[in-house]
């Protein structure tokens, strides 16, 4: 847990913090480059890197005047170089320069950059002792038990930036590590928390993407409906604040107000409550050891109303169940239900399967790869990357016999 940092001095009102955004133009980047654009005088922009979107990345690069740029496809180069030209912001394109933009010395990082292409940038960030906010699930699903060591090896600060685990850092603060009983992260129940099992395995994609709450990009909308994502967010935390399974609940809580809760020995639950909006957690890394001003609504409790809780399904959503079961089997389980689950969701959005069969699928990837006996400690990216791909090749070859069966 040393990793995960405790509350410190604070910052000197004068201090202007250089910041790097890996993932500049998908949503999590949207909301960083909100906040930044919100306190100019605060923050410089170091680098920003993107997947594909020339045009967004430069458009970026020149409001913020920031000093190194990079492209994940290399084969945009001359475009990225062809858009800045006439700045004095550096260009690279490729893993290697994604990899650099993470190196560069930002106090500051978002890791947002989406799937198992962000854990080499994430990790370059970690390993040069910089403060690291984590919204990329990957790097701890994936890599969770040596990207913790790595982080407190180097003295770098993970801050989590998604909402749950930011809820969870927060609300720890209130009591020791010998006095937590449990953490509790809630889920919203996505758009099928009522809906009976034999009605969620026909759901169609137009369905998956209605999230009552949340706005997010498709992958996540999907993960959040069939609760993949709240299995992800358990794994996660896992590493993150060095817990065993047993330690961490889900509590399923439509509303999407309480976003986590702890509770300790003496009984006493603490929770951290605020409305659906990524930018209150990301502004919360943004400015720690400080709290900046954010651009969220603010919460009316009057308005709301009330607050429901229920527990969650796992008959409606297996996926959650999964994850508790990869994270007890360990020695890259996490990893391959990441994988299956991305190789799943995108066969479901092209068609290929039902909605109810993405679980099977990664049920069937992860029994595949334990009677394999390819369990062994994960000791670097390349280990993990290794079984990313070994897992998402498993998926794909299991993909046509799982589309056949009826649920």
Known sequence: MSAVPLRNNRLAASDIRSVTVLGATGSIGDSTMDLLRASPERYRVEALTANGNVA???KLAKEFNARYVAIADASKLAELKAALAGTSTECG???SAVIEAGARPADWV???VSGAAGLKPALAAV????HVALANKECLVCAGDFFMQRAAKAGACILPADSEHNALFQALSSGNRDELVRVIITASGGPFRTWKPVDIEQATLEQALKHPNWSMG???TIDS??????GLEVIEASYLFALSPDEIDVLVHPQSIIHGMVEFSDCSVVAQLGAPDMRTPIA?????PDRIKGPAAKLDLAKIGQLTFEAPDFERFPGLRLAYESLRTGKGATTVYNAANEVAVAAFIAGKIRFGAIARLVEATLEDWIKGGNQAPLTSADDAISVDH???NRAAALLPQIALKAS
């Open 390 to 392: 070994v897992a998402r």
């Open 93 to 95: 394109a490729g893993e």
């Open 225 to 230: 409906a069939s609760m993949m994502n709240k």
């Open 110 to 112: 978002m890791a947002a």
């Open 218 to 220: 498709q992958k996540i």
């Open 127 to 130: 390993d040069r002792g910089a």
């Open 284 to 288: 919360h890394c943004l400015g720690w």
């Open 56 to 58: 967004a990345l430069a």
